[in-house]
């Protein structure tokens, strides 16, 4: 990743964070976008101990002038980019008969058009440089349509489907610019999204642990290999797929889940 800039939206924490910290560990700078004040602390360690550059920048992905003016701010100083990944993401988990207007709205908002936008203005700025670059989205397993047992996530599926749904027309179409354009589908990983699950729903995080073929949850790390590959160029003749990371769950429920008293 030596010489390349990656912007990251939704990089100030979790698992965007974390591809982040693979990135500068890699030898490549990292531009940040996201609606944080602040990223975490050890965001601020990245240069000194990678030698490399790191870049931060407020922004909302969903205002159409919080993003273009973070974007041109961060581009100013990075130059140019030859790697995307769209992380800023927001999940809503409540039964679908109460799920509400606005807060439907602002989860479309942010996961399927904030990925769009963000999309459209790296692509415009990859096609003007003329070198082309990767574009890594950040999907989910509930893009798979498949309903998590215990978690009610209908709206964020639709969302996540949306960013699938993507990948591939822009792939097509971004080729010729030599732009690569993937995805990848996490399935439940720690993180501050996620953290709920180790204080307040102790028996779900239990449930994923068990359910999962793997038998474990997974940590944002299990997902920084995969995205690096994307953005370099091991992965040149990869473009339009989608990388399924979930110890296992989208395929099925680890037999051993199933006890005796179960289906006695
Ligand atoms: N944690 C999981 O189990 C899991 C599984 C599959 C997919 N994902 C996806 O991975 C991505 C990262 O999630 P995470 O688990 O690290 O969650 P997180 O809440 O820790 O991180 C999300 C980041 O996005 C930023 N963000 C939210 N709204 C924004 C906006 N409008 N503008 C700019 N930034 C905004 C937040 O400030 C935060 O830093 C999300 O897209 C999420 O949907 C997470």
Redesign the pocket.
């Known amino acids: 990743m030596k010489n390349r800039t990656v912007l990251v ?10 591809i982040c910290k693979a990135i500068a560990q890699l030898g490549g700078n990292v531009a940040v ?4 004040l602040e ?1 975490v602390e050890e965001f601020l360690t990245l240069e000194s101990r990678y030698g490399v550059k790191t870049f931060y920048e ?6 159409q002038a ?2 273009e003016s973070a974007f041109k701010s961060v581009l100013k100083q990075a130059r140019s980019f030859q790697g995307c990944v ?6 809503l988990d409540k039964p679908f008969l109460e799920h509400q207007w606005e807060e439907c709205q ?1 989860v479309l ?3 399927a058009l ?2 769009f936008w963000t999309a459209k203005l790296m692509a415009a700025h990859m096609s003007n440089h003329g070198q082309g670059g990767s574009i890594v989205m ?5 893009a798979q349509g498949i309903k998590v047992p215990e978690q009610n996530l209908a709206i ?1 599926n639709m ?2 489907a949306a ?1 699938r749904g993507l990948v591939g027309p822009l792939a097509v179409e971004l080729a010729e610019m030599k732009i690569r354009v993937n995805s ?12 709920a699950l180790k204080t307040e729903y102790p028996h779900l995080l239990e449930m994923f642990e068990n359910a999962a073929p793997l038998k474990r ?2 940590v ?1 790390q299990d ?1 920084t290999p995969i995205v690096s590959y994307l953005l370099s160029d091991a992965s040149s003749f990869t473009t339009g797929a989608d990388f399924v990371i979930t110890g296992g769950m989208h395929a099925g429920v680890s037999p051993s889940y199933v006890k005796p008293k179960d289906v006695a």
């Open positions: 939206t939704g990089g100030g924490r979790g698992i965007g964070f974390a976008l996201d609606a944080l990223p407020r922004a909302d992905v969903t205002q919080s993003l769209t992380a800023a993401g927001i999940a602002r908002s942010v996961n904030g990925t950040i999907a989910s397993i509930a964020y969302s996540k960013v990848i589908s996490p399935g439940v990983i720690l993180s501050p999204m996620t953290n949850i997974g944002p997902l």
